[in-house]
C-alpha cells in the first residue's frame, strides 16, 4: 500500500513559545557569566587553538608557543598528555581544527562574546529539530512539552552556553533524525540522503558521530531490509561524498585526514582482548555513574536499568507510571545531594555523570504505550539503543569519562529521549485523564529541571574562578609563566601568547627547566603557578570555592647569574 505523503508539521504558536522561552533561558544564563573565560581544559584547548589560527592569518594551524625557541624539543610544552600532537617541529592540538577555524568568524567581529554565539543558535535550531521529530511521533500537544524537556530539562541547556561544539553536532544530528525518520514511513530517497548528509555534517564537528551515522545506517536496514542493498550503497555514498572535504580539511591543515583525536584515542588504542576488558567501565561511566561510590551509582541507577529491560505498557495499568516518577523523583534527590553536600563537587563530578544522573525524565522515555509501535517511534526506539549500544562498544575508557555535565558523549540522546517522554507522558493523560496521580509524574520533570539549574551554578563557579585566575596572572609582571599542574597552561589562557608558558613535568625539576630557560634567555623573571601539597598561608591561595578542584598559589623568583 502507498503511504501517503507526509503532511508538515507546522511550528504552531506553543511550539514555538516553548522554543522562546527556552532561548530566553540561554541569553539570561549567558548574561551572568563572564564571556572570557571557560569550563574546563577542552573548551581552553580549543580557544588557544583558534587564537593561533587567527594570529597565523588561518595559514598554519599548529599551537601558537612563545617557548618553542627556548624547547625545540617541547620537553616543556604547555599541552601536555591527551590534548596535544607533535609533528614535523610543531605544536597541534588534538582536536579538530574545524569548530576552531568557524569560531573566529563571530569572535573577530564580537570578542569573546561572540564565542558563544555558535552554540546558542546551534542548540535552538536543535529544539526546532526536537518540534519536528515530536510532531512526527506524537500528538501535536507533545510537542512544546518535548522542546521544553529537551532545552531545558536536559543538560543541552549546559552545553548551548559554554564554548563547546557539541550543540552544533547536536543540530546536525536531530535534523538527520527527522529525515531519516520521514524516509522509514515514506520511503522517498531524497529524505534518506538528507538525513545521511546532515548525519556526516555532525562528524565535522564530533568523532562519535560517526558511530551515530552508523547507529542511523543500521536502523534504516532494520526497517526496510527489502531494498537493504541499495539504501546501504546510497548512504555510503553520500555519506563519503559529505566526508571527503573534511578529509581534505584536515590532511592539508594538520596533515592527518581522520584528525589526530581519532587516531589518539581510538586507533591507536589498546587490543581486542584489552578493548574487550575495558567495556564494564565504559558502561559504568557512560549510563550508570551518578556518586562517588559505585555501589550508590547502580542502586541509583538501578530503576532505569529495570526500565530499559522491562519496558513495561503504562496505559496498560494506571500505577506504574506514577509510581515510576516516585521513585526516580527520590533516587534523583539522592543524587543531586551527593552532588551538593560534596567536599569537592568538581571532583565528584568527574566520577558522577554517568546518562541517568543529570536527567531524570528519561525514565519517562523507557516505557511503552499501546500507541508507541508507530513505524516512527519504533524507529526512533531502535536508533536511541542501537546507538548506546554501538557507543559502548567502541568507546575507549578515555572516551568516556571527564569533568562535564551528563553524558556529553552521548548527548544526542537526551533530546530524542525527550520526544519519546513527552509522547508517552501524552498517551498515559489520555488513558487516564488530570487526576491527582497525574501531579506524580511532574516529579522528574521538576528533578530534570533543578539538576540542569545546578549544572549552571558549577558552570558560573568555574568561570568566575577562571575569570579570577586570569587577573592575577595579568597582573604578574614576570617574563615567563611555569605551570606545576598540567592543566596550568590552559588555564592561563589570557597570557599564553604574551610570554613563554611552560610545564614542569613531573619527571623533571625546576632546575632543570631553570637552566634551560636561562641558557636561551639569559636572566629572566619568572611566576610559578602550582597547588603545593603545603599551600605556603604567606601567599594568597586562588580559590574555586566549593569546586575545590582547581584552586592554586603564585610564587615569583628569577633565573640569575647564579643559576
Given at each position: 500500500m502507498k503511504l501517503a505523503a507526509e503532511k508538515p508539521v507546522s511550528l504552531h504558536r506553543a511550539t514555538l513559545v516553548a522554543i522562546a522561552?527556552?532561548?530566553?533561558m540561554y541569553c539570561v544564563t549567558l548574561a551572568g557569566l563572564p564571556v572570557d573565560s571557560f569550563w574546563v581544559t577542552d573548551n581552553e584547548n580549543k580557544y588557544l587553538q583558534m587564537e593561533s589560527i587567527l594570529k597565523q592569518n588561518y595559514t598554519d594551524y599548529s599551537i601558537l608557543w612563545l617557548g618553542q625557541d627556548t624547547d625545540p624539543d617541547f620537553v616543556y610544552q604547555p599541552m601536555p598528555g591527551l590534548f596535544s600532537k607533535v609533528r614535523d617541529g610543531k605544536l597541534y592540538s588534538i582536536f579538530s581544527p574545524v569548530f576552531a577555524t568557524i569560531s573566529t568568524l563571530p569572535y573577530r567581529v564580537f570578542g569573546h562574546a561572540g564565542l558563544f554565539l555558535i552554540p546558542l543558535i546551534a542548540a535552538l535550531a536543535a529544539l526546532m529539530g526536537v518540534s519536528r521529530v515530536a510532531g512526527g511521533v506524537g500528538p501535536a500537544w507533545t510537542v512544546p512539552v518535548a522542546v521544553f524537556l529537551a532545552g531545558a530539562s536536559s543538560p543541552v541547556w549546559f552545553y548551548a552556553v559554554t564554548f563547546w561544539e557539541h550543540t552544533l553536532a547536536l543540530a546536525f544530528a536531530v535534523w538527520s533524525t527527522r529525515f531519516m525518520l520521514r524516509?522509514?514511513?515514506?520511503?522517498?530517497?531524497?529524505?534518506?540522503?538528507?538525513?545521511?548528509?546532515?548525519?556526516?555534517?555532525?562528524?565535522?564537528?564530533?568523532?562519535?558521530?560517526?558511530?551515530?551515522?552508523?547507529?542511523?545506517m543500521i536502523t534504516v536496514v532494520w526497517h526496510n531490509s527489502r531494498a537493504w542493498f541499495s539504501n546501504l550503497a546510497v548512504m555510503g555514498a553520500t555519506v563519503g561524498a559529505t566526508l571527503v572535504p573534511l578529509w581534505v580539511f584536515q590532511n592539508w591543515a594538520i596533515g592527518e585526514p581522520f584528525g589526530f583525536h581519532v587516531g589518539e584515542h581510538v586507533l591507536a588504542g589498546t587490543d581486542v582482548v584489552g578493548h574487550l576488558r575495558q567495556r564494564y567501565e565504559v558502561v559504568y561511566?557512560?549510563?550508570i555513574a551518578s556518586s562517588a561510590s559505585s555501589l550508590v551509582s547502580w542502586l541509583c541507577a538501578a530503576p532505569f536499568v529495570v526500565l530499559a529491560l522491562w519496558r513495561p505498557w503504562v496505559d496498560r495499568a494506571k500505577w506504574i507510571l506514577p509510581a515510576v516518577s516516585i521513585v526516580v523523583f527520590v533516587v534523583s534527590?539522592?543524587?543531586?545531594a551527593g552532588q551538593l553536600t560534596a567536599d569537592s563537587r568538581l571532583e565528584w563530578l568527574l566520577q558522577s555523570n554517568g546518562l541517568f544522573a543529570a536527567a531524570p525524565f528519561l525514565a519517562l522515555a523507557l516505557v511503552r504505550t499501546d500507541s508507541s509501535n508507530s513505524v516512527r517511534t519504533v524507529a526512533l526506539r531502535r536508533l536511541l539503543a542501537v546507538y548506546v549500544l554501538l557507543h559502548v562498544l567502541a568507546s575507549p575508557v578515555i572516551g568516556s569519562r571527564g569533568i562535564h555535565w551528563g553524558c556529553r558523549f552521548l548527548l544526542v540522546v537526551y533530546p530524542l529521549a525527550a520526544v519519546l517522554a513527552a509522547r508517552n507522558l501524552g498517551a498515559w493523560v489520555n488513558a487516564y485523564g488530570r487526576g491527582w496521580p497525574a501531579a506524580t509524574l511532574v516529579l522528574p520533570l521538576l528533578m530534570s529541571l533543578a539538576m540542569q539549574g545546578y549544572s549552571v551554578h558549577l558552570l558560573s563557579a568555574k568561570k568566575e574562578y577562571s575569570h579570577e585566575l586570569n587577573l592575577a596572572i595579568e597582573d604578574r609582571t614576570e617574563d615567563v609563566v611555569i605551570s606545576g599542574v598540567w592543566w596550568g597552561p590552559h588555564a592561563l589562557h589570557s597570557v599564553f601568547f604574551d610570554r613563554p608558558v611552560f610545564y614542569l613535568r613531573p619527571d623533571r625539576t625546576i632546575d632543570q627547566l631553570s637552566a634551560k630557560i636561562y641558557s636561551h634567555r639569559g636572566p629572566s623573571t619568572f611566576t610559578l603557578v602550582a597547588q603545593p601539597t603545603s599551600p605556603d598561608p604567606s601567599l594568597p591561595r586562588i580559590s574555586d570555592g566549593r569546586l575545590n578542584f582547581f584552586w592554586l598559589q603564585m610564587f615569583g623568583g628569577d633565573f640569575g647569574q647564579d643559576e
Open positions: 522561552l527556552v532561548g530566553l524516509f522509514v514511513r515514506l520511503a522517498r530517497r531524497p529524505d534518506l540522503i538528507r538525513s545521511m548528509a546532515l548525519g556526516a555534517a555532525a562528524i565535522y564537528l564530533r568523532d562519535e558521530m560517526y558511530v551515530f551515522v552508523a547507529a542511523l561511566n557512560l549510563l534527590v539522592l543524587v543531586l
